[in-house]
């Protein structure tokens, strides 16, 4: 059964300091996986995925298989970027499989 | 429209009590999903639909869960004698005729059951 966990409910950084959002799957198919935000009073939205291997709003996530991690990095934290941050899994062509989420907050 | 509407933004039913909660998805959408969030958790998939066709139904938690979509646009999830449990935000989700991965969320019917 697949699995996606992400350890830490609640995170905080302070401005400019490097930020590092864990999350570790399990799953027997070959993963497609991404991270969604939730600013305060936002949708959910999608913030990145693991192929297209880009950066959006300087975040940044590398699918490591070995370690069956795909952890969202950023290296100097924003107070915009105080929100929710899921995980998520692709198991089949129309669904998600959602970690519990983290609670980012950059302090000033 | 501006995005994925969802009625209400917030709904207090007795426990017993039936609902039915609405999605107006993007105009144009195919495809349309249904979640379930629980306070503390990720959105879980209920339900999936490809126009007027309901494609996917296996994570509708019981039989007292019923979704439809008959004209391929709007969408209705009705919960029949709601529980305690079932107290969770409802997201809704549409996307152009790709998969869950392009779609647009709803801001969510947030239902309370006391």
């Known amino acids: 059964a697949q699995r996606v966990t992400q350890p830490e409910k609640l995170l905080s950084v302070f401005k400019g300091a490097p930020v590092e959002l864990k999350c570790n799957y399990s799953?027997?198919?070959?993963?497609?996986l991404f991270w969604y935000v939730q600013y305060s009073r936002q949708r959910l939205q999608l913030l990145l995925r693991h192929i297209s291997r880009e950066s959006i709003k300087g975040f940044t996530a590398d699918l490591n298989k070995g370690e069956t991690s795909f952890h969202l990095k950023k290296p100097f934290a924003q107070e915009e970027d105080s929100a929710m941050y899921y995980c998520?899994?692709?198991?089949?062509?129309?669904?998600?499989?959602f970690g519990t989420g983290t609670r980012l907050t950059v302090i000033p | 429209g501006a995005g994925v509407s969802q009625s209400p933004r917030y709904k207090v039913a007795k426990r017993g009590q039936d609902v039915a909660l609405r999605c107006d998805p993007i105009?144009?959408?195919?495809?349309l999903f249904w979640y379930q969030q629980a306070l503390g958790q990720g959105p879980e998939f209920l339900t999936y639909?490809?126009?007027?066709?309901?494609?996917?139904k296996s994570g509708l938690p019981s039989d007292r869960f019923f979704a439809e979509r008959p004209e391929g646009s709007v969408s209705t999830l009705k919960i029949q004698r709601t529980q305690q449990e079932d107290s969770a935000v409802y997201l809704c989700?549409?996307?152009?005729?790709?998969?869950?991965?392009?779609?647009?969320f709803g801001q969510g019917t947030r239902l309370t059951v006391v």
């Open positions: 989700a549409s996307s152009l005729s790709g998969g869950v991965a392009e779609a647009f």
């Open positions: 105009s144009g959408h195919v495809s």
């Open positions: 639909f490809q126009n007027e066709a309901q494609l996917d």
């Open positions: 799953y027997s198919g070959s993963p497609e």
């Open positions: 998520a899994l692709q198991t089949g062509a129309n669904n998600l499989f």
